[in-house]
């Protein structure tokens, strides 16, 4: 388990290949997908606040904690297991890696760290983005 629960851009660029970077721009009108596509970390899938990271809106609240099989099936679906290192990062400054990390460690993962400053930070240290969609990962069981 990390240190501390930031990494600065610098940090990331070194061990990018060897963690599991997941994006999490987030508006309140629903535009985090489109945030995505217009630039991203290479490689790094959309987990979306909205689907995976919160159950419907409702007695609960607008962004009540997930259910553990919503949670389970958006999770596998990128690719993640029980040991996986986490990197998450929104557009900076924003709430949707701050959530991504509070459920994620409520989930029991236990090695994940947010991005400093977030995209932004990323591309203020001159790193390389992407527009494209990125691969989707292989799913986990």
């Not at 660029?13 to 721009?25: F, K, N, P």
């Not at 990128?78 to 459920?103: E, F, K, T």
């Given at each position: 388990?990390?240190?501390?629960?930031?990494?600065?851009a610098a940090?990331?660029?070194?061990?990018?290949?060897?963690v599991v970077?997941?994006?999490v721009?987030y508006?309140l009108?629903?535009?985090?997908a489109d945030?995505?596509a217009?630039?991203?970390?290479?490689?790094?899938?959309h987990?979306d606040?909205?689907?995976?990271?919160?159950?419907?809106?409702?007695?609960?609240?607008?962004h009540?904690m997930?259910?553990?099989?919503?949670?389970?099936?958006?999770?596998?679906a990128l690719?993640?297991?029980?040991?996986?290192?986490?990197?998450v990062?929104d557009?900076?400054?924003?709430?949707?890696?701050?959530?991504?990390?509070c459920v994620?460690?409520?989930?029991?993962?236990?090695?994940v760290?947010?991005?400093?400053?977030?995209l932004a930070?990323w591309?203020?240290?001159?790193?390389?983005?992407?527009?494209?969609?990125?691969?989707?990962p292989?799913?986990?069981?």
């Amino acid at each position: 388990m990390a240190e501390s629960a930031l990494i600065s851009a610098a940090e990331l660029a070194e061990i990018v290949g060897d963690v599991v970077v997941l994006d999490v721009q987030y508006t309140l009108d629903g535009q985090g997908a489109d945030l995505y596509a217009s630039r991203h970390l290479p490689g790094a899938p959309h987990l979306d606040l909205d689907t995976v990271l919160a159950d419907p809106a409702g007695d609960r609240g607008r962004h009540p904690m997930p259910s553990v099989e919503r949670l389970q099936h958006g999770l596998r679906a990128l690719g993640l297991h029980d040991d996986s290192a986490v990197i998450v990062y929104d557009q900076g400054p924003s709430l949707g890696a701050a959530r991504a990390w509070c459920v994620l460690r409520w989930a029991g993962l236990t090695d994940v760290r947010v991005l400093d400053g977030g995209l932004a930070a990323w591309v203020r240290a001159g790193l390389p983005v992407e527009t494209s969609s990125a691969a989707s990962p292989a799913p986990s069981s």
